[in-house]
Each structure stands twice: as C-alpha cells, then as structure tokens.
C-alpha cells in the first residue's frame, strides 16, 4: 500500500508577542501645543481683505491677525473680558441720566458732601470744628466742580495733609532754633548770672501776663517768630524781674523815706488833677498830671542787670 502523504497545511506558528513594558516606562503623549494660525496664504479672501485697507490704523490693526477666525476669536475674547461694557464720554447734548451714569461710573460723587475728608482730632473746641467743616464744604465744590472721583479726591487731600505737616514741622524746628539761638546769645552776654537773670525774667512774664500768658507767648514779629523768645524781650523782664526780686518794682538808690515822699507827692498831684479835671480847668489838670508824671518816673527809673562784664544797660 502506497503510504499516504499528508497533503495538508500545517498552520503558521504566531510570532511571539513581547512583553508589555511597565507603566512607567510609557513616556506620557505630550500635549500638542496651539498651532499659530498660519500666515495666510497669498491671494486669500483675508489677504486679500487686508490688502484692501487703506487706513495705516486699520492695515496695522489687521495685520495682527492670520485668518477671519482670529479676527473673530480675538474678538469674542474682548467682550468676555468685559470690553463690551466701554463707555463713551458723554457730549453736550448727552440727558442728564447719561451724565449721572457717566459720572458714577468713574466713582464720583453727585454732591459736594458725598467725599470723605479726615476725622477733626480729638478735643477741638466747636468754633475749630466749625472752621473745619466750612473748609470741608468749600473743598467738596471744588471736588465736584473739578469732577474728581472720591480716589482721587482723596490723593489730593493726602497730598495737601501731608505738605501742611510739612510745613507745621519747619515752623516749630526754626521756632526751636530762634529760642536756641537767644538762648546762647543771653549765656554769652550774661555768662555766670545767666540762670539767674533768666529766672528773674520768668518770674516777672508769670507775675504780669498771669493767665493770659499763654496767649501773649504766641505773639509773633513780623517775620513769624515769638516775641517772648527774642534777647530783647528777655532782657528787659530779667530787669523787671529782678527789681521784683528785690522788693521794689523801680529802685533808683533812694532811701525808703525817699520813696515814700515820691509817692506821697504822686498821690497828691494826681488827686489834684482829678479835682481840676472835675471842675473844668484844663491847664491846672495838665499840670498837675505833669507833676504825678515826675513823681513817678523818679520811682520807675530801671535798674540794670548784672553781665559777665560788669552792669549792662
């Protein structure tokens, strides 16, 4: 028997299929970046478009764009963002509404007391806090008249605090320095008796301004600085001062008994000028005051004060 021949097709053994690599071993797909619209291609309806323009604005304005879809895109952005609430300034013949509108937008405020302004400090007197509130109204017209918002209203007003404290600041630092500058002019002058003739000074401006001294140490020269702090003055109540100090207001070297006659003719002349005076005789007032004058200045003449070089005038 003929052997039989296996006629048929074996089937092909499959490749063998590789091992699946780790997880972390597959790099991850990488995000494709945004293609840029490409540059349009010559003879293009937006090219074409842009090649139209006339007006350089609009030639430059288009030129930053590739495609109508980018014009579109760049487009619907701007109005998501918010562009598409843009106001105009209203014009002359804009309502009264639109101007109201316009205004609170740009924040300010529609009457002159609608901006804020600092707090007073505490413990002003009414007639300061007055005075302030009045400046308040007249800056809120200015405010409102100048249109400004309350934000920039109130730059200004940090700007203006700011230079007037400024300016506060200089004045006490030269008011300090002229007080100085006296202060050392007197010790040079006056040299060991310094302490004393300035204490005598003290105590006659205490002794005669009394309560109001407080307002008489404000008083000024004309060039803004404190009279009470000026050499001259300051001389002049250490004489007083000291004669106070020495029990008499005005000693000249006269004997008690001296004095007292001095007085005692002053009192009689000036009671004798009154009499005139009441009775209508002018000339005999006027002598009589002439000689109460006399009496006194014998009694008022100034002593002088002490210095490093013997008396001074």
């Known amino acids: ?68 879809e980018d014009m579109i895109r760049s487009n619907l952005k701007m109005r998501q963002n918010g562009s598409d609430k843009a106001f105009k300034v209203p014009g002359e013949d804009a309502s009264e509404v639109e101007k109201a509108t316009f205004e609170k937008a740009l924040g300010i405020p529609t009457v002159e007391k609608g901006y804020e302004f600092p707090a007073a400090p505490e413990g002003v007197d009414e007639e300061t806090l007055a005075t302030l509130k009045e ?10 008249k100048a249109r400004l918002s309350t934000e920039g209203a109130n730059h200004l007003l940090e700007v203006f605090q700011a230079e007037k404290l400024a300016e506060g600041q200089a004045e006490i630092d030269a008011d300090n320095a002229f007080a100085e500058e006296s202060s050392e002019l007197l010790e040079r002058e006056w040299g060991k008796d310094f302490d004393a003739n300035k204490a005598h000074a003290d105590k006659a401006i205490t002794s005669i301004f009394g309560d109001t001294y407080d307002d008489v140490k ?19 109540f250490g004489i007083v001062g000291r004669e106070m100090g020495e029990s008499s207001i005005m000693d000249t070297g ?52 002490v210095g490093e070089n013997g008396r001074i005038s």
């Open 1 to 68: 028997m003929a052997e039989e021949i296996d006629t048929s097709i074996p089937a092909e053994t499959p490749a063998e299929t590789p091992a699946a690599a780790p997880a972390e071993a597959i790099a991850p797909a990488e995000t494709p970046a945004e293609t840029p619209a490409e540059t349009p291609a010559e003879g293009s309806d937006f090219s074409k478009m842009r090649e139209g323009l006339t007006d350089e604005s609009l030639r430059k304005q288009a030129d930053q764009y590739n495609s109508f």
């Open 135 to 144: 400046g308040q109204t007249k800056w809120g017209e200015a405010f409102r």
């Open 218 to 236: 404000h008083i000024q020269t004309k060039d803004g600085k404190f009279i009470m702090d000026h050499p001259a003055f300051v001389r002049a």
């Open 254 to 305: 006269l004997s008690q008994d001296q004095k007292q006659a001095a007085r005692e003719t002053a009192d009689t002349a000036r009671e004798k000028r009154v009499a005139a005076q009441a009775a209508g005789k002018t000339q005999d007032a006027q002598y009589w005051d002439e000689q109460e004058r006399k009496a006194l200045a014998v009694l008022e003449k100034p002593q002088s004060l």
